[in-house]
């Protein structure tokens, strides 16, 4: 089993819905959760962090955490043609070995059509 | 955005040759890291380091090698290069650790025919 398991994709979303994106995580000792968003040819940019359970909205953009199921989701609302790119969630390990650094996900392509 | 440039960002050579990736930072983060990005597997961690002459292996670091003389350099060493390392490879800082932000570089796209 892969450590951080996004969504298979590709996802295809119509201009103005709301685009969902899943991830779970192996590491129940997991404490940082970020969203990257990758444009093609282009390097990771940090669009979400979340650190407690719940809901963390910043725009159009909602992170969800669930620790107990292991689970962190992103939500775009009102989608946009230029929210088109691929998404990368990432866990930052807390423990013994993986303290301090971030395991990705292999990345959701998402593409938001007129 | 943080200052982080990488060289050279496009790179092509041949099997068994060595191979040097510079990242630069002007953000004085304490931890940098270097990853490599490829079709299907995402990014993956091949070295970090968090301070000055201070260094860690990631996840996929056979082959590789990193070197930190001063806060502002980390430079990547593909000792003998295969083809297997054809990849793009993204530098990133960050302030500290846990939980803060990792700023990427622009990657370094290399090609070992």
């Known amino acids: 089993q892969k450590e951080v398991e996004q969504n298979s994709g590709p996802l295809s979303v119509p201009e103005g819905a709301i685009a969902s994106l899943n991830c779970t995580y192996s590491d129940r000792g997991s404490q940082s959760f970020f969203w990257y968003r990758q444009y093609s040819g282009k390097s990771p940019e940090l669009i979400m962090s979340i650190y407690s359970n719940g809901d963390k909205e910043d725009g159009r953009f909602t992170a969800q955490l669930n620790k107990a199921s292991q689970y962190v989701s992103l939500l775009i609302r009102d989608s946009q043609p230029s929210d088109s790119a691929t998404y990368l969630c990432a866990i930052q390990g807390f423990g013994g070995t993986s303290y301090g650094k971030l395991t990705f996900g292999q990345g959701t392509i998402l593409t938001v059509h007129p | 955005d943080a200052g982080i440039t990488q060289s050279p960002r496009h790179k092509v050579t041949e099997t068994g040759t060595p191979v040097t990736l510079r990242c630069h930072q002007t953000?004085?983060?304490?931890?940098m890291y270097w990853y490599r990005q490829d079709p299907g597997h995402g990014l993956r961690l091949i070295h970090y380091s968090y301070g000055v002459k201070d260094t860690d292996k990631g996840e996929v670091s056979d082959g590789y090698s990193v070197s930190r003389s001063k806060t502002e350099d980390f430079l990547l060493t593909l000792e003998s290069a295969t083809s297997s390392q054809t990849s793009v490879y993204f530098c990133a800082s960050s302030r500290d650790i846990p939980g803060d932000t990792q700023y990427f570089g622009p990657g370094t796209r290399l090609t070992v025919l």
């Open positions: 953000e004085n983060h304490r931890y």
